[in-house]
């Protein structure tokens, strides 16, 4: 098992989502993992994690939202398939923002 940063995942334009793996050499690419942590940092809105074409405003495709940072610190979720290695494509999950210009901490567990 290692794990892996994806790096700073930032939504430019809240409500257009982009690939957690944005900043791979090819984003559309398989990225086989265990696990997914996404990290919000700084945000002022709320984080959506979710499918392609997800919806903020009926959450439909929406797997997890990140609330804004607070001074306690940075809110976080993982997404995992625990008795499946590689069972997630992190190519296939998406971030979108309620803020434009607001960003992720992306790392991913590979096996």
Same mark, same amino acid.
């Given at each position: ?8 995942? &930032?939504?430019?334009?809240?409500? &257009? ?7 791979? &050499? ?15 940092i ?10 392609a074409?997800?919806?903020?405003? &009926? ?12 001074a ?40």
């Open positions: 098992m290692a794990i892996r940063s994806l790096g700073k995942v &930032t939504v430019t334009t809240g409500g &257009t989502e982009v690939r957690l793996t944005l900043n791979e &050499t090819t984003p559309a690419a398989r990225v086989g993992c265990q696990s997914i942590f996404v990290q919000g700084v945000n002022t809105g709320d984080l959506f994690v979710g499918a074409g997800l919806d903020r405003t &009926t959450l439909a495709g929406v797997y997890a939202i990140i609330p804004a940072a607070t306690n610190g940075y809110p976080g979720v993982t997404l995992e398939v625990g008795d499946s290695p590689n069972g997630l494509n992190a190519a296939e999950i998406y971030l979108d923002a309620e803020v434009d210009g607001e960003y992720a901490l992306v790392s991913i567990v590979e096996q």
